[in-house]
């Protein structure tokens, strides 16, 4: 699945084989794909930065999102629980760390708490203008503006948001898509 950048001229995509899970920018106008990470080094990174070894092969990047054309956020899961400031209670909850990417440059940052970015919601689809997000709900199609979709990324049950019904001819196994939930 291509997840165009902002620019609307280039995308990236992830693609999983028996070597690991690989994530490609590509430039359809010069014809050019490239790897966004060295799986490797990144591995090697996020242990350093999480205490808590990983490997190439499997890398636990989550919410991957293009924040321009040359810097990527995602976030990790810890496979150790999340410190307690009791240390006589356990918990089960893993530590979630959120994290930008300097493609060029290879760097990584890790993010504090207020810098994470905001979640990713796959139902929509932005239009090339940037102001509308386009998504299936209730079989039919449905509209809202971009600032009210940059709203459910911060809260999903913000009560403030207005959605347009654009069609209302769908019908059951004839709908215009995977409904939202």
């Known amino acids: 699945t291509p997840h165009w950048l902002p620019s609307g001229n280039t995308f990236w995509y992830n693609y999983k084989t028996s070597e690991g899970e690989h994530w490609y920018y590509v430039d359809p106008a010069s014809r050019q794909k490239k790897e966004i990470f060295d799986n490797v080094d990144l591995a090697a990174a996020l242990s350093e930065e999480m205490h808590d070894p990983y490997d190439a092969l499997h890398l636990p990047i989550l919410n991957l999102q293009a924040v321009d054309e040359r810097t990527f956020t995602f976030e990790v899961k810890s496979s150790q ?101």
């Open 81 to 181: 629980p999340k410190p307690q400031a009791d240390k006589k209670k356990k918990s089960k909850e893993k530590e979630i760390a959120y994290f930008r990417y300097d493609v060029p440059s290879r760097t990584l940052t890790r993010l504090t708490e207020d810098e994470k970015p905001l979640k990713r919601l796959d139902w929509g689809t932005v239009s090339p203008d940037g102001k509308t997000v386009i998504y299936a709900k209730d079989l039919n199609l449905w509209k809202m503006s971009f600032e009210d979709y940059q709203k459910l990324r911060k809260d999903e049950k913000d009560s403030t948001i207005t959605e347009i019904q654009i069609t209302t001819d769908g019908v059951e196994n004839f709908g215009y898509g995977m409904p939202r939930n």
